[in-house]
């Protein structure tokens, strides 16, 4: 197995465009992963994306379905994303050799709620059922590839201070905002197999009422790593006037074991403009180091 470079884009909210493929291009990273909230239910985005070459899994956010509680805009999003899109499934990118399953679609976090639309496309699933469809697709991926939970909201867990990774931060008091379902999947899926990641978004990194940002990172004692994407707006433009395209980074060793995961902001022409390391491995320890 290669080494992985996986790039992820948190909630695009309408950013996203040419000028995203243009340095995916030039950087190169061996998947794509998207969070969702893509837009309001438009149909732009999930077209553009079925243009990339690149191997790549979504899983769709509470905004995809527009406020159209019929289920019919949220459907035809599915429709256009095919098997790029994989909520509540399995998805396996060979290449580049990743497993990667999709957590509930369309949640807009604060623990277990179906949104109508939701409820129209997939029918009354409960707490339990979602948590089981997260934790069987995982539980049927290939043991030997390293997998990635892809969620739109995080689960719950993960603290409840306002500036935790999914704590509630528009309303006091903060409270945890993460998601029941895909916390038990987590419990269940790491008594069978090893799980290194949890990807997210929806909890915006800026906080609002100007309470500062967000922690976005954390890794627990069973050495699962959360990462919250939600980096918004994801197009930018620094202090010398230079645009900035924002992806998060995560790299698998050659082991499949998690060596680094960072927050990177390109410009247009894929040069590498700021980065911000979350976590890196440790190198071994110097007694266990083989002589050159
Ligand atoms: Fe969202």
Redesign the pocket.
């Known amino acids: 197995m290669a080494e992985l470079n996986i790039a992820i884009a948190g909630?695009l909210h309408d950013q996203w465009d040419r000028s995203d493929h243009d340095v995916l291009d030039r950087i190169r990273p061996d998947a794509l992963l998207l969070v969702?909230?893509f837009s309001d239910g438009k149909s732009r985005i999930p077209e553009l994306l079925a243009t990339l070459e690149l191997p790549l899994a979504c899983v769709l956010?509470?905004?995809d379905a527009g406020k159209d509680g019929s289920g019919r805009t949220l459907r035809h999003q599915l429709e256009l994303l095919g098997d790029r899109h994989c909520g509540w499934g399995l998805r396996e990118l060979r290449p580049p050799g990743l497993a990667v399953v999709g957590a509930r679609p369309g949640?807009?976090?604060g623990g277990y709620h179906l949104s109508k639309a939701v409820r129209a496309v997939y029918g009354p699933v409960g707490l339990q059922e979602s948590a089981e469809r997260i934790s069987r697709a995982a539980l049927s991926a290939d043991p030997q590839l390293p997998l990635v939970l892809l969620a739109?909201?995080g689960p719950s867990g993960l603290g409840t201070q306002v500036d935790d990774l999914c704590a509630r931060d528009w309303k006091a008091p903060a409270c945890d905002w993460g998601d029941q379902d895909l916390a038990l999947a987590v419990d269940q899926i790491r008594r069978r197999r090893p799980l290194p990641l949890v990807i997210f978004?929806?909890?915006h990194h800026a906080l609002c009422h100007h309470q500062g940002e967000r922690l976005s990172f954390r890794r627990d004692a069973q050495g699962t790593a959360f990462l919250n994407t939600?980096s918004v707006p994801r197009h930018g433009v620094d202090q010398q006037g230079r645009a900035l395209r924002h992806f998060s980074w995560v790299v698998f060793d050659d082991n499949g074991d998690l060596r680094h995961i960072s927050h990177r902001w390109y410009g247009v022409d894929g040069a590498l403009h700021y980065e911000q390391t979350l976590w890196r491995a440790a190198l071994p320890a110097a007694g266990v180091l083989s002589p050159c």
């Open positions: 909630d969702g909230d956010g509470n905004h949640t807009a976090g739109h909201s978004g929806h909890m939600a």
